[in-house]
């Protein structure tokens, strides 16, 4: 987020109005009718990405019914992939980068517990993004009476999204690693521009866990925990959307997450050939920043919109959007759900369907924080990717995730306990000695 009005991706520095982050970068392909002037999926061109991520036009052949998730990866089938369980393999599918073996599944961590854990992240401007900070620092606290940590939870978050810059961080790994710190939970502004600094991090003995985002081209060091919860919201939408033009709201160019999610969407509208994208947006993970160009773009092109795709937490923002201009609120995936969403759609129910996929703060730092510590507690990652999916939403099970009568602009996230996205149970399946970190080390 981020990404989020409750999204927790890393942040591409680079696309930013400073201060508010009123209005972004909008690339719109011809969208002023459903016929000729807008641009089928199949040949919509890629928003700018500052890097990395590939070219949605590598990703994998459709040839499924439309709503079915088209398997894009991994670019690398023959490598660490083949000795995964299949249910592993079959989740890996989603991930269309190289998957690789992890070196801290081989190189021993020689620092023993208790360890000192830093946290580098963007500036909050989120419900998910404070709690992940809440979370991380309520975990340390049950880590340092087990005694696996000592000190504090040493963090560099700044104060303002204008601060938060991939320069600023590559400062702070590099001033953490001078500083001893053992072990670096990172949420990125740029993968690309920091995977230098991951890299002298880790040839350092210092592991950076990414937090929800996928490795950048070249970076061998990291560890990240992924959710990838886009793909069955989306393409679940999809089958809902079935036809029709729709637009796309990005997070924020340069982001690695935010590629690889752009490019998921575009394959799996290689399924759909009756639905074209009408325009691509940025709306920085930021449910302010969403509805400000969403409104935009529907007052220049009122014309009806079957659907919108959009890379998690801005649903709320576009549902504004849409109500503002007097328009039917269309099948919007929601993809990082927020409690405002789900309780509007929950509300709607009887005359609104799509599908969804999210997990709280607290949920994702549990998770960041105990792949932290097996990973100094050299229990092996199996490889640099550590992919969690979470379990779709539907209106069969919205009931479950939803929380009746919240406002839309609803600050809550979705419920459940920290250990709902991925316990100890699931772990085990991602690390070659199962077992919590323990401070017998």
């Given at each position: 987020?981020?990404?989020?009005?409750?999204?927790?991706?890393?942040?591409?520095?680079?696309a930013?109005?400073?201060?508010?982050?009123?209005l972004?970068?909008?690339?719109?392909?011809?969208?002023?009718?459903?016929?000729?002037?807008?641009?089928?999926?199949?040949?919509?061109?890629?928003?700018?990405?500052?890097?990395?991520?590939?070219?949605?036009?590598?990703?994998?052949?459709?040839?499924?019914a439309?709503?079915?998730?088209?398997?894009?990866g991994?670019?690398?089938?023959?490598?660490?992939?083949?000795?995964?369980?299949?249910?592993?393999?079959?989740?890996?599918?989603?991930?269309?980068?190289?998957?690789?073996?992890?070196p801290?599944?081989?190189?021993?961590i020689?620092?023993?517990?208790?360890?000192k854990?830093?946290?580098?992240a963007?500036?909050?401007?989120?419900?998910?993004?404070?709690?992940?900070?809440?979370?991380?620092?309520?975990?340390?606290?049950?880590?340092?009476?087990?005694?696996?940590?000592?000190?504090?939870?040493?963090?560099?978050?700044?104060?303002?999204?204008?601060?938060?810059?991939?320069?600023q961080?590559?400062?702070?790994?590099?001033?953490?690693?001078?500083?001893?710190?053992?072990?670096?939970?990172?949420?990125?502004?740029?993968?690309?521009?920091?995977?230098p600094?991951i890299?002298?991090?880790?040839?350092?003995?210092?592991?950076?866990?990414?937090?929800d985002?996928?490795?950048?081209?070249?970076?061998?060091?990291?560890?990240a925990?992924?959710?990838?919860?886009?793909?069955?919201?989306?393409?679940?939408?999809?089958?809902?959307?079935?036809?029709?033009?729709?637009?796309?709201?990005?997070?924020?160019?340069?982001?690695?997450?935010?590629?690889?999610?752009?490019?998921?969407k575009?394959a799996?509208?290689?399924?759909?050939?009756?639905?074209?994208?009408?325009?691509?947006?940025?709306?920085?993970?930021?449910?302010?920043?969403?509805?400000?160009?969403v409104s935009?773009?529907?007052a220049s092109?009122?014309?009806?919109?079957?659907?919108?795709?959009?890379?998690?937490?801005?649903?709320?923002?576009?549902?504004?959007?849409?109500?503002?201009?007097?328009?039917?609120?269309?099948?919007?995936?929601?993809?990082?759900?927020?409690?405002?969403?789900?309780?509007?759609?929950?509300?709607?129910?009887?005359?609104?369907?799509?599908?969804?996929?999210?997990?709280?703060?607290?949920?994702?730092?549990?998770?960041?924080?105990?792949?932290?510590?097996?990973?100094?507690?050299?229990?092996?990652?199996?490889?640099?990717?550590?992919?969690?999916?979470?379990?779709?939403?539907?209106n069969?099970?919205?009931?479950?995730?939803?929380?009746?009568?919240?406002?839309?602009?609803?600050?809550d996230?979705?419920?459940?306990?920290?250990?709902?996205?991925?316990?100890d149970?699931?772990?085990?399946?991602?690390?070659?000695?199962?077992?919590?970190?323990?401070?017998?080390?």
């Amino acid at each position: 987020m981020i990404r989020k009005s409750t999204r927790r991706w890393g942040l591409g520095g680079r696309a930013w109005a400073a201060a508010a982050g009123v209005l972004l970068a909008v690339t719109v392909t011809a969208a002023c009718s459903s016929t000729s002037s807008t641009t089928s999926a199949s040949s919509a061109p890629q928003a700018s990405s500052g890097g990395g991520g590939g070219s949605a036009t590598a990703a994998a052949a459709g040839g499924g019914a439309c709503g079915t998730p088209v398997a894009v990866g991994p670019a690398n089938p023959s490598g660490v992939y083949k000795t995964l369980s299949p249910d592993l393999q079959k989740v890996y599918q989603s991930y269309p980068g190289d998957l690789l073996a992890s070196p801290w599944a081989t190189t021993k961590i020689t620092a023993k517990p208790p360890w000192k854990i830093g946290y580098i992240a963007f500036a909050i401007t989120n419900p998910y993004n404070q709690h992940v900070l809440d979370g991380l620092k309520a975990q340390f606290a049950k880590a340092k009476a087990a005694g696996l940590v000592t000190g504090d939870l040493v963090t560099n978050i700044p104060a303002t999204m204008a601060a938060s810059t991939a320069e600023q961080q590559i400062s702070a790994i590099q001033q953490m690693v001078r500083q001893g710190v053992n072990a670096i939970i990172l949420l990125p502004v740029d993968s690309v521009a920091e995977t230098p600094a991951i890299n002298a991090a880790g040839k350092a003995g210092v592991p950076i866990i990414l937090a929800d985002t996928p490795p950048a081209p070249g970076d061998t060091y990291s560890v990240a925990a992924w959710t990838q919860n886009q793909v069955q919201a989306d393409a679940g939408a999809l089958g809902l959307i079935q036809s029709g033009n729709i637009v796309i709201v990005k997070g924020i160019a340069g982001n690695q997450n935010d590629v690889v999610l752009y490019n998921q969407k575009i394959a799996n509208l290689k399924n759909c050939p009756n639905i074209h994208v009408a325009a691509t947006l940025y709306g920085n993970w930021d449910q302010g920043t969403a509805k400000t160009v969403v409104s935009q773009y529907l007052a220049s092109h009122p014309q009806p919109l079957a659907g919108v795709l959009q890379d998690g937490g801005m649903m709320a923002g576009i549902i504004q959007a849409f109500q503002a201009n007097g328009q039917k609120v269309p099948v919007i995936a929601d993809a990082q759900c927020g409690g405002g969403d789900l309780s509007w759609w929950l509300a709607n129910k009887s005359t609104y369907k799509t599908v969804g996929g999210c997990i709280n703060g607290f949920q994702g730092a549990y998770t960041y924080f105990n792949v932290t510590l097996r990973v100094l507690d050299n229990k092996g990652p199996k490889a640099n990717v550590l992919e969690m999916p979470i379990t779709p939403i539907t209106n069969d099970n919205l009931a479950t995730f939803a929380k009746p009568g919240l406002p839309l602009t609803s600050q809550d996230e979705v419920g459940g306990p920290e250990t709902a996205w991925c316990d100890d149970t699931c772990l085990n399946g991602y690390f070659n000695v199962t077992g919590a970190a323990t401070a017998s080390s």
